[in-house]
């Protein structure tokens, strides 16, 4: 079989893919990226000697050492065409503007949004000429990688296309070239599970898929090596454990909260509907697909459409429970959840002591976003109302409405009932026991250490400098950094990121 492989920088999981490839016998054609990309999430102020650094360490880690097992290795400048690309109309004056812009067909928009907000978490930015020069930098960059990679598709006729995750702008391209193409895709992923690195890929699919991962976790239950108690034990093991501060498949974000803690003023003769929101940054900018599930814009809209519905109703009360792992970010899309002044609402910041979740224990109905909440408050017992469907709703468990006069209607019923089932057990235990493949190459060890007052983290050991793998995440924080670009001019393109 003839197997075309893009790898992107530092792109564990698809050099990992490229090795098992040619393990198996197959005809590999590998094409990375190379400094004629400039900027990627990895490299977002287009430092050039960031793009030289990366191109060694490839070289020196994988490229020379693939290409002695078979596989055929090619910078991707290789095939960019000799023609002067003409790009075509990329003006935007807002967010919505930009999401819709495509090239062949393919939404590079949603490419450079999803790469902006995964680097600086920022989803609701101020649509200024500096970001609209950035983003730009990102679309013609994506149209260079699609004009180029084409190219090697039609010279190459691969039967099986695999990319990283589809997300970014580095991998859109890709991704659109294998779908507008019919050609048979996987898209890598990675778990990190009890200091392993497991393969967590999707055929013709992508990791954000609703219905790819509610299948996972459904094949996970029924694959398991474990009895039907033993499964159960763990997955109830899963609620428990975060009903009380205890470590289960995530960061332990309740651990700063005083247990039993109610918001002040907490009056149960009213009807308590909590919403609890989540971080959008992974979800905002994925596909127009993705965008189709969702009931409003995002969930600064969401929360100002429902208060408005219901100024002042004084039966209810309305609580925000502002996810703690926003409590470091310093964007409109948090800090105007704290400029919502209603009588009948209380917004409670991130860092509050308040205890979530004897907040949901004492709620009449739930109100979520994409959040984990969802199945918590609904194996507690817990109606929920969910405003942006995802695997929740095709577990059936909660309520997702199609329309607002629906979701008027859900909250006004009284004695809402809960929608608890089985799947709520798959769920949990497909995320502390997933039964897959480990990855044999990459030594996973998470270390944070301390540089000049900047925290670093290193999670895969294969990515080193003279034989360190902290030296290496030290060359890269360096080659980034805002100080260190205006310190060398001519060093990085930009010198900073738009982030207003």
Request: net charge negative.
């Amino acid at each position: 079989m003839k197997v075309f492989i893009y790898i992107g920088s530092h792109d564990n999981n698809c050099i990992e893919a490229a090795y098992s490839q040619v393990e198996s016998g197959n005809d590999v054609f590998i094409v990375h990226c190379d400094n004629s990309m400039t900027i990627c999430r990895m490299n977002h102020l287009a430092c050039s000697l960031l793009c030289k650094y990366c191109e060694f360490q490839n070289n020196r880690l994988w490229v020379n050492d693939i290409k002695k097992k078979g596989a055929r290795v090619h910078a991707i400048s290789e095939f960019r065409p000799e023609r002067v690309i003409e790009y075509p109309d990329l003006k935007f004056e807002d967010i919505d503007q930009l999401k819709q812009i495509k090239y062949k067909e393919i939404e590079i928009g949603f490419g450079a949004f999803s790469t902006y907000v995964t680097i600086t978490r920022n989803v609701m930015p101020v649509v200024n000429e500096a970001f609209k020069e950035y983003i730009t930098e990102y679309l013609e960059r994506e149209i260079i990688a699609i004009e180029s990679l084409e190219t090697a598709i039609d010279q190459f006729s691969p039967d099986l296309i695999i990319l990283h995750n589809g997300r970014f702008a580095e991998y859109k391209p890709i991704l659109g070239l294998a779908k507008t193409h019919n050609i048979p895709y996987i898209t890598t992923e990675e778990v990190y599970h009890n200091g392993k690195v497991l393969k967590n890929d999707f055929y013709n699919d992508v990791v954000h898929s609703i219905t790819a991962n509610y299948q996972k976790y459904l094949s996970n239950w029924e694959n398991s090596p474990h009895t039907l108690e033993e499964r159960m034990s763990i997955a109830k093991s899963f609620f428990e454990n975060r009903r009380n501060k205890k470590a289960a498949g995530d960061k332990i974000y309740t651990i700063d909260q005083e247990t039993g803690l109610l918001p002040e003023s907490f009056d149960k003769s009213k009807e308590i509907i909590t919403v609890f929101n989540s971080s959008e940054d992974e979800f905002c900018a994925v596909s127009a697909e993705y965008d189709s599930y969702k009931l409003f814009e995002n969930q600064y809209i969401a929360l100002t459409t429902i208060f408005e519905h219901y100024k002042g109703d004084n039966s209810k009360h309305f609580y925000v429970r502002i996810h703690p792992n926003l409590k470091s970010v310093p964007y409109r899309s948090h800090t105007a959840l704290h400029d919502l002044h209603y009588d009948n609402v209380t917004i409670i910041a991130a860092d509050s002591p308040v205890d979530s979740y004897v907040l949901m224990e004492n709620s009449d109905k739930i109100v979520v976003f994409d959040s984990t909440m969802a199945v918590e408050s609904t194996y507690w017992g817990k109606p929920v109302i969910e405003l942006s469907k995802y695997m929740w709703t095709l577990m059936g468990v909660t309520y997702s409405p199609e329309s607002v006069e629906e979701l008027w209607e859900l909250i006004d019923t009284k004695d809402l009932k809960c929608k608890k089932n089985d799947d709520i057990l798959k769920y949990a235990y497909w995320v502390l026991y997933p039964n897959y493949e480990e990855e044999n190459r990459f030594n996973y060890r998470v270390v944070d250490f301390n540089f000049l007052g900047h925290k670093i983290f290193v999670q895969n050991e294969f990515f080193s400098f003279a034989g360190s793998y902290k030296l290496n995440s030290l060359i890269k924080l360096l080659l980034v950094s805002p100080k260190v670009a205006s310190i060398f001019p001519g060093l990085a393109k930009y010198k900073k990121i738009p982030c207003e």
